[in-house]
């Protein structure tokens, strides 16, 4: 199937893209169109065929100006695609879960590993945890060894170096600290319809997942 989507991409003028995308192997355009990151045909072709910004190894959309290290070792949930947004630095050297629903803006990064102060040849690994229904805003900072709890908003341009486990809350500056706490009960846990993490449906990702993730 692939090889077929490949030679009718290289002589566009024979089939229209709107067509190209009624196969079956497309299905995931048309499943999460109304999802929050809704995947396109046009973030698939940069980044799988052409692997504009070098990101093809991740199983979520990432925009080209975007940089995931290390995919391998990066778990991201349903209806989230860290790197979506332009700017991205993603660093997987240590371990990163993102949990479901999560979104992230642009010029976001996301550090699991520092250098060693002795020896910046080499990584001290460490691991970033952020639950689910998150929001990070534009140009935060979220620092190794963090864990956010469920429905934490990152305020655009903070520095996140500790934890906030228990989620509900806002925080933001530098260093990053509370500055809203939320009322739980208002928080909304909704779901999609059917699941996708980035361009796999649930079954796929299990699969997936267990052939390739470290994580």
């Known amino acids: ?35 929050q990151c809704q995947i396109n045909f046009e973030f698939w072709f940069l980044q799988k065929i052409l692997n504009k910004g070098g990101n093809k190894g991740a199983y979520w959309p990432v925009h080209y100006t975007s940089k ?3 995919p391998q070792n ?6 989230t695609c860290p790197g979506l ?11 990163i879960h993102i949990d ?14 520092n250098h060693d102060l002795y020896d910046t ?10 639950g689910k229904y998150c929001w990070i805003g534009a140009g ?29 809350c806002v925080i933001g500056g530098n260093t990053a600290k509370v500055l809203k706490n939320l009322e739980p009960d208002k928080c909304v846990r909704f779901e999609n319809k059917i699941p996708y993490y980035g361009y796999l449906n649930h079954s796929q990702f299990i699969k997936y997942r267990k052939k390739y993730q470290r994580i």
């Open 140 to 168: 935060a900072k979220i620092m190794p060894g963090v864990t956010l709890g469920d429905f934490t908003i990152v305020a655009a341009g903070s520095i996140v170096t500790k934890s906030f486990t228990e989620g509900h």
């Open 100 to 113: 479901d629903y999560t979104q992230i803006g642009p010029q976001v990064s996301i550090i699991s590993a």
């Open 1 to 35: 199937m692939l090889n077929t989507i490949k030679y009718f991409l290289r002589k566009p003028l024979q089939i229209p893209i709107n067509i190209i995308t009624r196969l079956p192997y497309f299905k995931f355009i048309r499943e999460t169109k109304d999802y």
């Open 74 to 79: 990066i778990f991201a949930g349903i209806d």
């Open 68 to 70: 995931i290290v290390n």
């Open 85 to 95: 947004m332009n700017g991205c630095y993603i660093q997987g050297l240590g371990k």
């Open 121 to 130: 040849r080499k990584h001290i690994a460490s691991e970033v945890k952020i």
